[in-house]
């Protein structure tokens, strides 16, 4: 699977971004996409997932009520919508998938897509 992400940039507090993901090859094997993000000095957390087959969503704590996920399925496509945002929320952003089932499951990254949020 390959992912390709966009849609970062810098931006004012308060202000919006939208993320986008693409994914090709072996798509249909996707169990869930998420968003995890990656703060100066700190370990990759998880900012939003969803799973394919029952759209179910699950968000961080810091995130839930400003950022929504969602998935076109049609275009293989993932989004994070971020309203409201902090500087706290600056990061690289990366789209990950659960792929696969039993000992063929993986996990893939994409390249990373920067957020600067300034105040």
């Known amino acids: 699977v390959q992912l390709v992400e966009s849609g970062g940039g810098l931006v004012q507090a308060g202000g919006s971004l939208r993320l986008s993901c693409v994914a090709s090859?072996?798509?249909?094997?996707?169990?869930?996409m998420g968003w995890y993000r990656r703060e100066p000095g700190n370990q990759r957390v998880l900012v939003a997932a969803i799973a394919t087959e029952s759209g179910t969503t699950t968000y961080a704590a810091s995130v839930k009520g400003r950022f929504t996920i969602s998935r076109d399925n049609a275009k293989n496509t993932m989004y994070l919508q971020m309203n409201s945002l902090k500087p706290e929320d600056t990061a690289v952003y990366y789209c990950?998938?659960?792929w696969g089932t039993g000992t063929s499951r993986r996990i893939y990254w994409g390249q990373g897509t920067q957020v600067t949020v300034s105040s």
């Open positions: 990950n998938v659960d």
């Open positions: 090859g072996g798509t249909s094997s996707i169990n869930a």
